[in-house]
């Protein structure tokens, strides 16, 4: 049988074997990348993300599932000046056939995720979020009944919820923030019967995403002129960029990248410091000074990622430098004009870091980056919070533990190892 696709290291350019594998063996510093046998974009007779099945590194579809929603609002172009803006909403907004439940685009990332996974052998996925790519995870273990651990800030608790009881979700609380639960989550990805999720490594939750881009193209008949997206690691940008590569190999959508406008939240904004300087590496002391406090006064926690995919081999910095990208600030005032702009003229309650991406598309038309006649693709990568509640009954997923930072994690080890005994 013919793969359907190969694996290849964007630094070394050399084709794995295997294709489980999230970095390296040859240890370079790089993203590893898929390369599917077919050229053209073949539409697959699926709903959602698995209409675009052709390039996600799955055989079958895990579930019947929602998707990317591209669509038009003659009240908000008419709003901003603009006269081809095309809107991807990855949210619930039933009016225009978003379906996704969680609310977010990270069910775009766990959807193929735990497929691929399931197809290489059934591991139990080890996550850890700030809040929304658990939730996905979550609601997906509740769908399928598949086990995955997650682990989140406890701060961020509140965030996990299903549409339906999840019984197979061992949910880890830390006492940290977002970069505490990725250490807490590497020790719990070494017991037997695990695997790390993979976060920007994982080949699948980028195609997931960028799922984005095609359906955008395909809606639209071409590739955007320019991209907006707010962006905490990045992995969503890095994977529109890389559907951009293989819309343009294909060669029926256009022969140029979008420009890549991202977006972060003052006063925690990383990556627009280092970007602004040109450089590749992100320096702590002059990029994110005062991390813990700025972190703390953001309007959305789940673009605060202080170790993001930026400098590694096609992560970020390659995107937006073969882009011309720009990336911006985005003050809370500004977001939280953006998030009643689009209410008001769109009808969608957008999750806080769509409203960061809306604002930072008003401020490239503020400074003339812009123009009223480019074609632009603004992605929403969640909202329709209120609708949710409407009409679905919302299950918390309860902590299996809390833990502190300075506690040992042999007992939380020994706890997952007898739940995966159990569910695995």
């Known amino acids: 049988m013919i793969p359907k696709y190969r694996i290849r290291c964007v630094g070394g350019g050399e084709t794995l074997d295997d ?96 497929q691929r996974l399931k197809e290489l ?40 919820w299903t549409t339906e009881p999840a019984p197979k979700v061992f949910l880890v609380a830390v006492q940290g923030d977002y970069s505490d639960a ?33 359906d955008a193209a395909v809606t639209t008949g071409r590739i955007p002129d320019h991209y907006f997206q707010a962006v905490g690691s990045g992995t969503g940008a890095i994977a529109a960029w890389e559907a951009a590569m293989r819309l343009i190999r294909d060669g029926r959508y256009g022969n140029r990248f979008p420009r890549l406008h991202l977006a972060q939240n003052l006063p925690f904004t990383p990556m627009v410091s280092a970007w602004e300087a040109r450089r590749r590496e992100i320096v702590p002391a002059d990029d994110m000074p005062d991390a813990t406090e700025n972190i703390g006064k953001v309007m959305s926690d789940v673009l605060t990622n202080r170790n993001p995919p930026y400098g590694i081999r096609g992560g970020l910095f390659d995107a937006l430098q073969e882009t011309d990208g720009r990336m911006y600030g985005v003050p809370n005032a500004a977001g939280a004009k953006a ?56 299950h918390p997923v309860p902590p299996t533990a809390t833990i502190t930072l300075d506690e040992s994690r042999d007992e939380i080890v020994r706890m997952l190892e007898e739940w995966i005994a159990h569910h695995g």
């Open 339 to 394: 998030m009643r702009l689009v209410e008001e003229t769109v009808g969608i309650d957008l999750d806080p870091a769509a409203a960061v991406a809306t604002a930072s598309l008003v401020q490239a038309l503020e400074k003339d980056i812009i123009g009223p006649d480019d074609h632009i693709l603004l992605n929403l990568t969640g909202g329709g919070y209120k609708r949710i509640r409407e009409d679905f009954t919302l």
């Open 182 to 214: 990725i250490a807490v989550s590497n020790t719990l990805a070494t017991v037997p019967g695990c695997v790390p999720e993979g976060g920007a490594r994982n080949v699948a939750r980028r195609d997931g995403m960028g799922t984005v881009m095609l």
């Open 19 to 114: 294709i489980s594998l999230l970095s390296c063996p040859q240890g370079h510093d790089s993203l590893l990348r898929t390369e599917y046998c077919s050229r053209k974009l073949h539409l697959a007779p699926h709903t959602g993300i698995y209409r675009y099945l052709a390039w996600l590194p799955v055989n079958a579809p895990l579930l019947p599932s929602g998707g990317p929603v591209t669509f038009t609002s003659s009240e908000l172009s008419r709003e901003l000046g603009l006269s081809h803006l095309s809107i991807s909403f990855s949210g619930y907004f039933p009016e225009i056939g978003a379906n996704l439940t969680t609310g977010s685009f990270k069910e775009l990332e766990a959807s193929p995720t735990m």
């Open 121 to 160: 052998g059934n591991s139990v996925p080890v996550i850890a979020s700030a809040g929304n790519t658990g939730r996905a995870f979550a609601e997906l273990s509740a769908r399928c009944r598949r086990p995955v651990v997650i682990v989140i800030p406890e701060k961020a608790v509140h965030r996990l």
